[in-house]
């Protein structure tokens, strides 16, 4: 394939933004991805970068240069550490599939993921993506280190080792979660630790109980989440709990007898019907009725919520973490100050009971640790995230438009990567984006990395150029 191909119109995987860049360039190096940038810099065009396109928001989109990193892939570098952990540095258009083999060639893993692993490494970290558990925080937290090709062509690196307030450091704060601001990440540094597993347990619960004491679910495993389907009064509780070497090793002996292997054979069928229900073909065919008879939306939520049934199941860390997501949808997402997720979700159920709004998609709560990323949506305080869903195919901009009101008024932050309407006025009070104008003053002057996402989210530093077109 040529490194620059004429470029056709590119769409994300949600079909929620596309754009038609001037060139879309697939750099073989890192010395590629500079020549490139140097040479779209001088012509006075912009330039992003794309990871998998998994972005509801026009995030990566730009009618200048589109970078491809999918040749930049794999890992470069594992350095150790006495208590088996280790600082490994990978490729930024590694995607998050790959890596997790890679990692556990060497005995590693990611300590969290989030529900797929479809992403690359470079474009999952700069949206904030994150997982769930009370005591982790999202994949930015896991980055010890970044090297970034910046608007003049040249190459920088900066880490968390690096004195905070010095170029570097300001470097690596806005490359690990910057939405492609600083420049194009040509690798991360992540900080992974030993390979673990998972014991997942599944089960239905009323939903009642569940928002009266949200905290005490939100501990009762290492990483908890909940689906709850609109309309219906039960959810689907997940609690994902670590697995101590030992405990891993016991289990994988019980299951190495013929009862073992049956009760595994019977393990691993129960989990293709639940994540067939949950996520893909049956739910599918769900979605289609609900889009053909809105009306019926509430009653097959009923079902589906009916249909869960407890389920228990061990295995490598990132097989549970992550899951296949075929039927289409659209997102947003909101992380709220954890002592309000409880009422902000009784609200969004007295909306949707109040409007009947057809809305077949569950509704996800998950939570995080405060950190301390500039733009992470968990900054300096305790949060639970919230996701409001909806079928491609069916209308969601009253859901939406509701569910970002009731949110909004919680105290939430919206995901970058996710859909929403905030500005950088309304982020203003929730992130240091004076830090985040004058770092992208003194790496990118002229915006050559801008866009109209970045600029309406984070402010523009420079009149805007012609715009990408989103929808
Ligand atoms: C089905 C589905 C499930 C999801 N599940 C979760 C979840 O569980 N948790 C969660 O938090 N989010 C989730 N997301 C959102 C997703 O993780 C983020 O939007 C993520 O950013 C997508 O990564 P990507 O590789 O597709 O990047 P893209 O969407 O292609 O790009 C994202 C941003 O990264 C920038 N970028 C990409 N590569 C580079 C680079 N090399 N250098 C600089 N900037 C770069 C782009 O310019 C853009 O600004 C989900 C999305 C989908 C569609």
């Given amino acids: 394939m040529p490194d620059n191909d004429a470029a056709p119109t590119w769409e994300n995987w949600a079909r929620t933004a596309r754009a038609t860049p001037a060139r879309l360039a697939h750099p073989r190096d890192e010395a590629g991805v500079a020549e490139v940038v140097a040479r779209a810099a001088a012509a006075g065009l912009r330039v992003r970068a794309r990871g998998a396109g998994h972005s509801f928001t026009p995030a990566a989109m730009t009618d200048g240069v589109l970078l491809d990193l999918e040749r930049l892939a794999g890992l470069e570098a594992v350095e150790r550490r006495h208590d088996g952990a280790a600082r490994v540095t990978v490729r930024a258009g590694t995607r998050l599939f790959h890596l997790h083999h890679l990692l556990a060639s060497h005995g590693l893993a990611m300590t969290n993921l989030g529900d797929i692993d479809r992403q690359s490494i470079a474009g999952a970290i700069s949206t904030g993506t994150h997982g769930t558990g009370l005591a982790f925080g999202g994949l930015a937290t896991q980055v010890s280190g970044v090297r970034v090709v910046t608007a003049d062509g040249a190459v920088r690196g900066g880490g968390i080792d690096d004195a905070v307030g010095s170029p570097e450091r300001d470097l690596f704060e806005l490359a690990r979660l910057g939405l492609g601001t600083a420049g194009v990440l040509t690798a991360v540094t992540l900080e992974v630790v030993p390979a673990f597993w998972l014991r ?27 689906y709850w389907f609109p309309g219906t009064r039960r959810a689907l509780t997940i609690r994902n709990q670590r697995l101590a070497p030992d405990d891993a090793a016991a289990w994988a002996t019980d299951q190495s007898g013929l009862k073992g292997r049956l009760r595994l054979l019977r393990q691993e069928a129960r989990g293709l019907v639940d994540e067939e229900l949950l996520s893909n073909g049956a739910f599918e065919v769900v979605n289609r009725l609900a889009t053909a008879a809105p009306g019926l939306t509430a009653g097959l939520n009923r079902i589906s ?27 947003m997402e909101y992380a709220l100050p954890r002592a309000v997720v409880g009422e902000a979700l009784t609200e969004l159920d007295r909306w949707l009971r109040r409007t009947g709004e057809a809305v077949p998609f569950p509704v996800e709560v998950r939570f995080a640790a405060p950190d301390d990323v500039w733009l992470s949506t968990a900054r300096g305080r305790e949060t639970a995230y919230v996701a409001a869903h909806q079928y491609a195919r069916m209308p969601h901009r009253r859901w939406f438009d509701a569910a970002e009101r009731i949110l909004v008024e919680a105290g939430g932050r ?26 992208r003053r003194a790496l990118d002057p002229a915006g050559v990395f801008a866009n109209p996402y970045v600029d309406a989210v984070l402010g523009a530093l420079a009149p805007p150029a012609s715009g990408s077109a989103t929808t």
């Fill in 305 to 331: 919520a009916r249909t869960l049934a407890p389920r228990e199941h061990v295995a490598p860390s990132y097989q549970v973490f992550c899951h296949k997501r075929r039927v289409r949808f659209r997102e």
């Fill in 414 to 439: 919206p995901h970058w990567g996710k859909l929403h309407t905030r500005t950088a006025e309304d982020l203003a009070a929730h992130y240091p984006l004076d830090d985040v104008a004058r770092v």
């Fill in 200 to 226: 997942a347990r599944e089960e239905p619960a009323p939903l009642g109980p569940l928002l009266a004491d949200l905290d005490t679910f939100a501990r009762s495993a290492d990483h908890a989440e909940l």
